[in-house]
């Protein structure tokens, strides 16, 4: 069994930067898909960046392109640099687990997810 439990969010001005991390527990297999989702009131989860656990290929969404990082620390951590933040960035960050070697086709899809952690509160003020 996976768990997730994600740190580092709050508060912060535009254009300044926040570093979010993800602590995993359980067997995370090399072939694995870890991902950070977002989400805000009345909108549907989005996908925001995924890197293979071997800390391979990565994938973003256009939005972030360029301005998040997102990266394998160690065996343990999985975490998302975000600099330049914009007031839309504003959202709950999620981090999410595959057990599938997701490609650019599929790494943005809810449901090829089986593990969530709680979320953690990122808010840009203007």
């Known amino acids: 069994q996976v768990q997730l439990v994600e740190s580092g969010g709050g508060l912060v001005q535009a254009g300044g930067s926040l570093r979010l991390s993800c602590a995993t527990s359980?067997?995370?297999?090399?072939?694995?898909?870890l991902a950070w989702f977002r989400q805000t009131p009345g909108k549907e989860r989005e996908s925001v960046a995924a890197i293979r656990a071997n800390g391979g290929s990565t994938n973003y969404a256009d939005s972030v392109k360029g301005r998040f990082t997102i990266s394998r620390d160690n065996a343990k951590t999985v975490s998302l640099q975000m600099n330049s933040l914009k007031p839309e960035d504003t959202a709950v960050y999620y981090c999410?687990?595959?057990?599938?070697?997701?490609?650019?086709?599929?790494?943005?899809?809810?449901?090829?997810?089986?593990?969530w952690g709680q979320g953690t509160q990122v808010t840009v003020s203007s």
């Open positions: 999410a687990t595959s057990s599938a070697g997701l490609d650019s086709t599929t790494w943005f899809g809810l449901s090829n997810y089986e593990y």
């Open positions: 359980g067997r995370i297999y090399t072939t694995y898909t």
